[in-house]
């Protein structure tokens, strides 16, 4: 019945499913017809391989997902990323080793960032001027000017587990005050 059936009547039958089978899994209309035709010739050379246990649609499918399998793996062997990346438009932004040309400054240009982050300060600033005087002056000279502990200790006139102590509670009031204030 094969041997019958081999000729034309396979490509007429088979032909526009195998095409949408394939075009469906490949998305071009060239490859998609190369791969139909190397599946045909493909069956049609190992027809004699055919022992009938399923229908011949069945049997041309099942070469055909093969022929898309070695298609894509071809593909995938044969890729140049290099030159993918290169024809990549937003690669314009990237030096070759794949930094930044410019770090983007979206977030430090944002009207609303800046005018939080005003909003914020002052808010801060608020807040270190109702600490105790110690407590205050330690917070500054840390967190704000950066200062080491033997300058801040010798400042004071405080031992540095004292200037800690400052700090932490300094701390613990400010973190208090922010959220109890919703800041969030």
Excluded at 37 to 60: C, D, M, P, V, Y
Excluded at 156 to 169: M, Y
Aim: glycine fraction near 4%; hydrophobic fraction near 35%.
């Amino acid at each position: 019945m094969l041997q019958q059936e081999c000729s034309i009547e396979w490509l007429s039958k088979h032909n526009d499913y195998l095409y949408r089978f394939a075009l469906s899994r490949v998305k071009s209309r060239d490859v998609a017809q190369d791969i139909v035709q190397e599946t045909l010739f493909s069956a049609w050379k190992g027809r004699a391989a055919f022992k009938e246990n399923s229908s011949i649609r069945t049997w041309l499918t099942g070469i055909l997902k093969y022929k898309i399998v070695d298609h894509i793996r071809r593909e995938i062997r044969h890729r140049d990323m290099i030159a993918l990346l290169q024809s990549d438009p937003g690669m314009i932004c990237y030096k070759a080793e794949g930094h930044w040309l410019d770090t983007p400054n979206a977030w430090r240009d944002c009207p609303e960032y800046q005018l939080n982050r005003q909003q914020i300060q002052e808010r801060l600033e608020a807040s270190v001027n109702t600490l105790p005087k110690k407590q205050r002056i330690a917070y500054r000279m840390r967190e704000l000017v950066g200062e080491n502990t033997d300058s801040i200790c010798a400042h004071l006139s405080i031992t540095p587990g004292h200037l800690n102590v400052l700090i932490h509670r300094a701390r613990h009031s400010l973190q208090k005050q922010f959220l109890n204030e919703a800041w969030l």
